[in-house]
């Protein structure tokens, strides 16, 4: 998936950046990094040191939470910064007078710069690159027209970065009209601007496994050593084995919330105390939204290169 993926944006003339917030554990950025995405995308310091821990040199930041020590530990010979807030260009422009920035600028959500804010910063000159992220293209459309408008030189611009989730997938693909047309649109109104996708989901999710044991069954309901709750707070494990027919039995995680539920409406007659069950798509958004009710800790994690039988521990 990886490789191939990899491989489709070079095809497109796309570049694509791995979101970092998926999964940042070491060895899967150093396998990502090895493989030759275009860089990694980092919403805080503690990600961006990750990023730099594993040889990347193309890194790219955007987060509300950046503040003024963290750009100062940013290395930006090889780090790129696109401020969410009209204050976050300020300081780092008194950092690095000479310095490019890029925006995020706000859409659907309440994260990024106002077209109406940027047209009092006295830095508009200074932009080179323009960034969303769960924006329609119906959105995108219409605040790249009003920033077209605000520059006098559309050229400046060099980067354009459309985000991850089903957008990202979208552009990949190329085949929705939507998609297509912004495309356009953009190579219409900035010639001199490479797109940017960044997906992190679409990268990491199908490499992740979760082995559970089943340490009790009560009223035709198994209960799992671990918990649906606590393992991610965005994401549900998918059940891959054993295949279970409908029912009306439920799979439940180990604390006493009563949403705990892994999966519900089975048959679960075929399953006995220390089966084990394996859970898929869970190799990204699990490790970092994490939670620990009742004081359960993470599972530990252990990573396989190659066929090699014997997993190394996560650090």
């Not at 309440?110 to 910063?121: E, M, Q, R, Y």
Request: hydrophobic share 35%.
């Amino acid at each position: 998936m990886l490789t191939q993926t990899i491989l489709q944006s070079q095809k497109n003339n796309i570049q694509i950046l791995y979101s970092v917030k998926a999964n940042m554990n070491s060895p899967i950025l150093q396998t990502i990094e090895k493989a030759g995405i275009d860089g990694f995308d980092c919403a805080s310091i503690y990600e961006y040191y990750q990023a730099k821990k594993s040889g990347m040199k193309r890194i790219y930041l955007v987060g509300d939470g950046f503040i003024k020590s963290d750009l100062e530990k940013i290395d930006f010979d090889f780090a790129q910064f696109d401020c969410s807030t009209v204050n976050q260009i300020n300081v780092l422009k008194e950092m690095h007078p000479n310095i490019k920035v890029g925006v995020r600028l706000k859409g659907n959500s309440f994260f990024g710069i106002t077209i109406d804010d940027l047209k009092k910063n006295e830095y508009l000159k200074d932009i080179v690159r323009l960034h969303f992220h769960a924006d329609t293209t119906a959105q995108i459309n219409m605040l790249l027209t009003k920033i077209s408008k605000l520059l006098r030189n559309r050229t400046q611009i060099e980067k354009i970065n459309l985000g991850g989730g089903i957008l990202a997938l979208k552009v990949l693909k190329r085949k929705d009209k939507e998609v297509l047309d912004l495309l356009n649109r953009i190579k219409e109104l900035f010639p001199n601007a490479t797109v940017i996708i960044e997906p992190g989901q679409l990268l990491s999710s199908s490499i992740g496994f979760l082995i559970s044991k089943v340490i009790d069954i009560n009223d035709g309901n198994i209960i799992l050593n671990n918990s649906a709750f606590n393992l991610s707070s965005w994401y549900v494990p998918k059940l891959m084995t054993p295949h279970l027919p409908k029912g009306s039995s439920n799979i439940i995680g180990n604390t006493n919330w009563g949403g705990d539920i892994f999966t519900d409406n089975v048959d679960t007659t075929p399953v006995a105390i220390g089966d084990r069950m394996i859970f898929g798509l869970v190799g990204a958004y699990y490790t970092t939204t994490q939670r620990s009710l009742h004081g359960y800790s993470f599972p530990n994690e252990y990573y396989f290169k190659g066929e090699k039988n014997n997993g190394t521990k996560f650090n």
